[in-house]
Every structure is written in C-alpha cells, then in structure tokens.
C-alpha cells in the first residue's frame, strides 16, 4: 500500500502539475490574445489615433474584464479535456465505419456538446467585445404599422452565436479525425520557451486557415437552413424579426465585408485560444524527466529508472523513463556508470539486468506482433510462404537464445499476449489488450465470411459454392495434394497437439447423419443472399472497405518507445566497449543481437506487404500530429542505426559471440557495410 501511494503521489508531481502549469500560462497569455483581438475589430487605419483610445478605453471596461473572465473558463475546462482525452498512442480506425463510430461514441457526443457551447461562450465574448450591431441578441425597433418601440432579434449577434457552436463541434470533430489529441515526443529536445517560439507562427497559421475555413462552410450552411435557427429563438424568446433589415440567410445578406471580417477575426480569435492550450500541453507533458538510475533509500526506489520503464498503469511515465534512458545513454557518463555498476552487498548487475530486460521485452513483442500480422495476411487467403516459415524459426531461435536453451523451431503461438492495437488483430488474436496501447473499434483483416471476399479467397479457406465444380468430393489425388495449407490452420492443429487434417479428410463430403436441417439451410440461403445484395451496394462496400495505410500505421502506432529502447540498449551497449568494469553487458550481448536481427528480418518483411512502404500524403496545416504515419519509417531507420552503432563499435570482436549461423550472416553483413 505504501509503495502504491508513493506511486501516485510521483505520478501525479510528474504529469498533473505539468498540466496545471500549462493551463497556467494559457490563462496568462489571454490578455495578450484579447488585446490584439480587440485592436483588429476596431482597426481604423484612416483615424489611428481615435482607433488607439478606443482600444485603449476598451481594454479596461467591465464588460472586457468580464469577458476575461468567461474565457478564463473556457480555458480551464480546455486544459482539462487535454488531460482526459490526450494520448500517447494514436487511435487508427482501419474503415470508414469505424471511423463514423468513434464520432458517434456517446463519449464523443459529450465532447462535442461541451465545445459547442464554450464555442458560443467565446463568439459571446467576441460579440460583446467588438461592441456595435453585435452587443446584444435583442434589439429595439420600430413596427411599420403602429409606430412603436418593441424588441427585435439581433441576427447579427445569433449569426455569431452559431458561428461559434458550429466551430466548436469542428474543433471537436477534427480532434477525432486528425487525432488532435495524440501527443508525440521530439526527437531533438528543446527547452520550452524555444521550442513555444518556434510553434508559435504555425499556430496562428493553422488558427487562421482553420477560421476561414469554419467561416466559409458555416455561411453556405447558414445560407441554405438559417432561417429554422431564427425562427425558433424569435418565437420562443418573444422576439420580432425586424422586416426593415435584410437578413441573412439570403446572398445579399451576406456579402457584407464588415460581417464576414469580424466572422473570420473572431473564429482565429476562438482557434487560437484553443490551439495555444493545446500546444502548451504538448510542451510541457512531453519535457524530458531526468530519473535516478539508483536509490540509497527505499522508499524512493518507485521513482528509479528500472521500476518506472516497468510502469504498466500510467502510459506516460514509461514513455518518459524510455525518453530518459535513450538520452543518458548518449549524453551522461556519470549515469551510465551507474547503470554498469554492480549492487552492494551481492555483486549482482540489478541496473542493467532491469534495463536490458524490458527493452528486450519490447522488441521481442513487436516482433512477435509483426510474425502475428504477416500470420494474419496468410490466413486470409493466402498460402504459407517459406519466408514466413524461416521468419518463425528466426523469433523461435531468437527466443531460445535469450532463454539459454537449445534452438527448436516452433511456430509462436498465438496466445502469447501482443502490444498491439486491437484494430490490427481483433479476428485473428482475438483482442488481446496491451498497457501500451488503447484498444479500437476497427478490424483488421476481412473475413471469409465477408460479403467482400472474393470466391477465390473463399476457396482457399474451403468454402466453396454449390454452383462450383469444386464443391462436393474431388475425384483426383493431384489436385487434392495441390490444395493450400492455411498457415492458421497448421498453426492451431500443432497448438492443440493434433496432427492437422488431411486433404481427403477435408475435401470429404459430409455424412448422411451430419446433413443440416431444412431450416438451418435455409437460413444459411438466406444469409448468402442479404450478403451478396449488401456487397452490389456501393455505400457498403465505401464503409466497409479497409484504409490502405491504416493497418499499417496501426500496428506501428508505438513504436515511439520500441525507438528510445533500440537507441538505449544500442549506445549503451557501444559505451560498455570502454566503460563497462565488470563486463556485466557481455553476458546479454548474443541475446541482444539475435533480438535485433529477428526484429530487422520482421521489419523487411512487413515493407514487402502492400500499402506497407507507401510515403503518406503531406496534409494541410492543422493541429493534428501526423508523425505517427511515418513511426514505421522511423523504426526501421533506428533499428539499423542501431545495429551500425554495435558492429561499428566492437567490430570483428562480433565473431566470438555465440549467435546463430543465420544471425551471424546479417551481422557479416553490417560490418561489411552492406546493409
């Protein structure tokens, strides 16, 4: 219980009060984003002086110090859907469905609900701020028959009012599709202000475009359903629709310059104040933490580099230990010592044996959740291919290595839990969920019983159709023999401890006791026909079809800490060429090696796959992290570099190490500088 509260208490120091002072200092600058909102809704470049006073004047009324207020609201409740909603692994629908599922997400609805109205809160503050025909929702009129003062709408105030909802659920929307809430760290570390600096002009870039943007979508949606908005306020709020004015829900009504400059100032007014929050998030979650390597006392050996990169709860502190770990590795003698040290009493290497571990962990589960993805694509149709086959012996070597026993090829099996998302594996490994990654909604591979597989992929998987010369008992042996054997099929027969099933026994027609009944065939009739009319439907298939980089992207959407673990183990491994004393790295160093080797033979293999080594299109400016579609891309790169750095290092010293003929054959190839 002690060592629990001593766990939550660091966590909450670490990432809780990182986020409070990001909130902080967004708070901080909205006087700075207010003013200069306030000196370009009265610019008067003919009357300078008069524009300066009555900014001047502006900025320090009470209904400006209220607006302050108000935003300082928004603000908080901004900064803390920051900290609910962001996170560390991106969630990649794999089909448009599932995509339509995650906006709909009661959760999602919420979020959407919530900033629709502190969108309107800000168009508000705005309205009231700019002063004039925008001040207030009722305005005094006169009627043309009688002659007297009654109220009347303001449309000029309800236009911005739902300019501001409706840009609230934009906001809302896009933080889904382009995964607004994804927080990645740099890869070059910069101190905050820097790096504030730096981000700083695209932010107000994205603010803008994204305002013009709301602002030409939200006056075409005005022009054509305007008037269902207006006349539900006028009747319910006893309201009267001033007939002198135009309105504007017709076109020249809405050409007015003046209406469309103050829409636009105001929506960059809104994105900004929004955008900035987020992007000081960013900044201060994703500083680097320096973790002691070793503690004297034990009550603080929670907060040790070993105990956090074995952090399962909180994502983020595992990805700052593995941030921390690749940057003393490269930068810190004094700690990489004292990761090479031996404890006291014992003589026992805990610091590094810890670190090698769980690095290792790590790469041998993306191995192992690329063997299961190249798994997956094979039974889906495909036959086994021999390098598939030589790439299950490489992670059974390779696990054999790291385990001190002897070399027995075995397929992986697939029960081994994988840290992957569930949307790569959901059909074929069943949704096992990692503390790495979030589950999804989507799946991954298509079905045999999809009404999108082709018949020649339901031959393969042995449904054949009654109309089919291949259904029933095929006299020759031949083409029995020539029958694809479905690697999933081996793989679970050799899994149960059963020899798998023989062509003959397969192709067999079924027994008079085993024929289904009338109405279970006619079910199964009338499944093949809703499936077959769904599949001519062109909506279907556009909703159900698989993004092309998504399964990809997908499986590779943390490889942000598989790259520190390889840039870690790699320099430190490099460094105890000189610095390792007691040669406490030696001893890991064939399992080091057999672990990259497989994993580098598991990454080639993956690029050959369709869509796998395809670049992604550059998108427009927007607040959406895309780094993730290019994760795989950065691995493959980093686990080179890696390997570089071992073999550039120790050299022809690599031929004593005791690996595998295969393994030792790609490493020939590294220091050869073939690769």
Same mark, same amino acid.
Request: net charge positive; proline share 6%.
């Given at each position: !219980?002690?060592?629990?509260?001593?766990?939550?208490?660091?966590?909450?120091?670490?990432?809780?009060?990182?986020?409070?002072?990001?909130?902080?200092?967004?708070?901080?600058?909205?006087?700075?984003?207010?003013?200069?909102?306030?000196?370009?809704?009265?610019?008067?470049?003919?009357?300078?002086?008069?524009?300066?006073?009555?900014?001047?004047?502006?900025?320090?009324?009470?209904?400006?110090?209220?607006?302050?207020?108000?935003?300082?609201?928004?603000?908080? !409740?901004?900064?803390?859907?920051?900290?609910?909603?962001?996170?560390?692994?991106?969630?990649?629908?794999?089909?448009?469905?599932?995509?339509?599922?995650?906006?709909?997400?009661?959760?999602?609805?919420?979020?959407?609900?919530?900033?629709?109205? !502190?969108? #309107?809160?800000?168009?508000?503050?705005?309205?009231?701020?700019?002063?004039?025909?925008?001040?207030?929702?009722?305005?005094?009129?006169?009627?043309?028959?009688?002659?007297?003062?009654?109220?009347? +709408?303001?449309?000029?105030?309800?236009?911005?009012?739902?300019? &501001?909802?409706?840009?609230?659920?934009?906001?809302?929307?896009? &933080?889904?599709? /382009?995964?607004?809430?994804?927080?990645?760290?740099?890869?070059?570390? /910069?101190?905050?202000?820097?790096? =504030?600096?730096?981000?700083?002009?695209?932010?107000?870039?994205?603010?803008?475009?994204?305002?013009?943007?709301?602002?030409?979508?939200?006056?075409?949606?005005?022009?054509?359903?305007?008037?269902?908005?207006?006349?539900?306020?006028?009747?319910?709020?006893?309201?009267?629709?001033?007939?002198?004015?135009?309105?504007?829900?017709?076109?020249?009504?809405?050409?007015?310059?003046?209406?469309?400059?103050?829409?636009?100032?105001?929506?960059?007014?809104?994105?900004?104040?929004?955008?900035?929050? %987020?992007?000081?998030?960013?900044?201060?979650?994703?500083?680097?933490?320096?973790?002691?390597?070793?503690?004297?006392?034990?009550? $603080?050996?929670?907060?040790?580099?070993?105990?956090?990169?074995?952090?399962?709860?909180? +994502?983020?502190?595992?990805?700052?230990?593995?941030?921390?770990? *690749?940057?003393?590795?490269?930068?810190?003698?004094?700690?990489?010592?004292?990761?090479?040290? @031996?404890?006291?009493?014992?003589?026992?290497?805990?610091?590094?044996?810890?670190?090698?571990?769980?690095?290792?962990?790590?790469?041998?589960?993306?191995?192992?959740?690329?063997?299961?993805? /190249?798994?997956?694509?094979?039974?889906?149709?495909?036959?086994?291919?021999?390098?598939?086959?030589?790439?299950?012996?490489?992670?059974?070597?390779?696990?054999?290595?790291?385990?001190?026993?002897?070399?027995?090829?075995?397929?992986?099996?697939?029960?081994?839990?994988?840290?992957?998302?569930?949307?790569?594996?959901?059909?074929?490994?069943?949704? %096992?969920?990692?503390?790495?990654?979030?589950?999804?909604?989507?799946?991954?591979?298509?079905?045999? $019983?999809?009404?999108?597989?082709?018949?020649?992929?339901?031959?393969?998987?042995?449904? /054949?159709?009654?109309?089919?010369?291949?259904?029933?008992?095929?006299?020759?042996?031949?083409? #029995?023999?020539?029958?694809?054997?479905?690697?999933?099929?081996?793989?679970?027969?050799?899994?149960?401890?059963?020899?798998?099933?023989?062509? *003959?026994? %397969?192709?067999?027609?079924?027994? *008079?006791?085993?024929?289904?009944?009338?109405?279970?065939?006619? @079910?199964?009739?009338?499944?093949?026909?809703?499936?077959?009319?769904?599949?001519?439907?062109?909506?279907?298939?556009? @909703?159900?079809?698989?993004?092309?980089?998504?399964?990809?992207?997908?499986? =590779?959407? $943390?490889?942000?800490?598989?790259?520190?673990?390889?840039?870690?183990?790699?320099?430190?491994?490099?460094?105890?060429?000189?610095?390792?004393?007691?040669?406490?790295?030696?001893?890991?160093?064939?399992?080091?090696?057999?672990?990259?080797?497989?994993?580098?033979? *598991?990454? $080639?293999?993956?690029?050959? +796959?369709?869509?796998?080594?395809?670049?992604?299109?550059?998108?427009?400016?927007?607040?959406?992290?895309?780094?993730?579609?290019?994760?795989? =891309?950065?691995?493959?790169?980093? @686990?080179?570099?890696?390997?570089?750095?071992?073999?550039?290092? =120790?050299?022809?010293?690599?031929?004593?190490?005791?690996?595998?003929?295969?393994?030792?054959?790609?490493?020939?190839?590294?220091?050869?500088?073939?690769?």
């Amino acid at each position: !219980m002690f060592s629990l509260k001593q766990n939550c208490w660091f966590i909450k120091k670490v990432v809780i009060w990182r986020a409070v002072s990001s909130i902080a200092w967004s708070v901080l600058l909205l006087p700075v984003t207010t003013a200069v909102f306030v000196l370009l809704s009265r610019f008067n470049l003919f009357h300078p002086i008069q524009w300066i006073s009555e900014c001047t004047s502006l900025l320090t009324a009470p209904s400006t110090i209220f607006s302050l207020v108000v935003l300082c609201g928004v603000v908080l !409740m901004t900064g803390f859907f920051n900290l609910e909603f962001y996170t560390l692994v991106p969630s990649i629908p794999c089909s448009r469905v599932a995509l339509l599922g995650t906006v709909l997400h009661p959760r999602q609805c919420v979020h959407s609900l919530v900033y629709c109205t !502190m969108g #309107m809160l800000v168009m508000w503050c705005a309205s009231v701020t700019i002063g004039g025909r925008y001040s207030t929702l009722g305005t005094p009129c006169r009627q043309s028959e009688s002659g007297e003062f009654m109220t009347c +709408l303001n449309e000029y105030h309800l236009f911005l009012l739902l300019a &501001g909802a409706f840009m609230g659920y934009s906001h809302s929307f896009l &933080g889904v599709v /382009q995964n607004m809430y994804y927080v990645s760290f740099q890869p070059i570390q /910069q101190y905050k202000y820097p790096r =504030f600096k730096g981000c700083l002009p695209a932010v107000v870039k994205c603010s803008v475009i994204q305002s013009l943007y709301s602002a030409r979508n939200f006056a075409a949606l005005y022009f054509f359903f305007g008037y269902v908005p207006k006349t539900w306020i006028s009747s319910t709020l006893n309201l009267q629709i001033d007939s002198s004015l135009q309105p504007l829900d017709s076109l020249t009504g809405l050409i007015d310059f003046s209406l469309l400059y103050h829409l636009a100032i105001s929506g960059t007014f809104l994105y900004l104040t929004w955008y900035l929050t %987020v992007l000081l998030f960013r900044i201060y979650v994703t500083e680097a933490y320096s973790f002691p390597v070793q503690s004297t006392f034990t009550e $603080d050996a929670e907060q040790c580099l070993p105990k956090v990169l074995a952090e399962k709860n909180t +994502l983020v502190m595992k990805f700052l230990a593995l941030q921390d770990l *690749a940057l003393l590795s490269q930068h810190s003698l004094s700690r990489r010592l004292e990761v090479f040290s @031996l404890s006291q009493p014992g003589g026992h290497p805990h610091n590094w044996n810890a670190i090698s571990k769980e690095c290792l962990s790590l790469l041998s589960e993306l191995t192992h959740r690329l063997v299961a993805h /190249q798994d997956a694509v094979a039974s889906n149709g495909r036959v086994k291919s021999q390098s598939a086959s030589s790439d299950t012996r490489s992670v059974s070597s390779s696990s054999s290595v790291m385990s001190g026993t002897e070399d027995i090829p075995e397929t992986p099996r697939l029960s081994v839990p994988l840290r992957t998302p569930g949307s790569v594996f959901k059909s074929s490994v069943g949704g %096992v969920h990692s503390s790495l990654t979030a589950p999804f909604t989507a799946p991954f591979t298509s079905d045999a $019983d999809s009404p999108f597989s082709s018949p020649a992929i339901r031959r393969l998987v042995g449904q /054949q159709e009654p109309q089919s010369p291949w259904f029933g008992t095929v006299q020759s042996p031949h083409v #029995m023999r020539r029958g694809p054997k479905l690697w999933s099929a081996s793989t679970e027969s050799q899994t149960n401890g059963s020899p798998p099933a023989s062509p *003959a026994t %397969v192709s067999s027609p079924p027994a *008079a006791n085993q024929k289904p009944s009338f109405l279970a065939q006619w @079910l199964q009739n009338r499944r093949e026909q809703v499936k077959s009319f769904l599949a001519k439907r062109v909506l279907i298939v556009y @909703l159900f079809n698989k993004l092309p980089e998504a399964s990809s992207q997908a499986l =590779f959407a $943390d490889s942000q800490a598989h790259i520190w673990a390889l840039q870690g183990l790699s320099h430190l491994v490099a460094a105890s060429f000189s610095e390792d004393q007691f040669g406490v790295v030696q001893t890991t160093l064939p399992s080091i090696l057999s672990c990259l080797v497989v994993l580098l033979e *598991a990454v $080639d293999r993956h690029f050959k +796959l369709p869509h796998a080594s395809s670049k992604p299109a550059r998108t427009i400016c927007s607040m959406g992290d895309s780094t993730y579609k290019t994760l795989r =891309f950065a691995l493959r790169a980093a @686990l080179k570099t890696a390997i570089y750095k071992i073999t550039t290092t =120790f050299g022809e010293h690599l031929n004593a190490v005791n690996i595998s003929s295969e393994h030792r054959k790609r490493i020939q190839q590294f220091l050869e500088f073939k690769e």
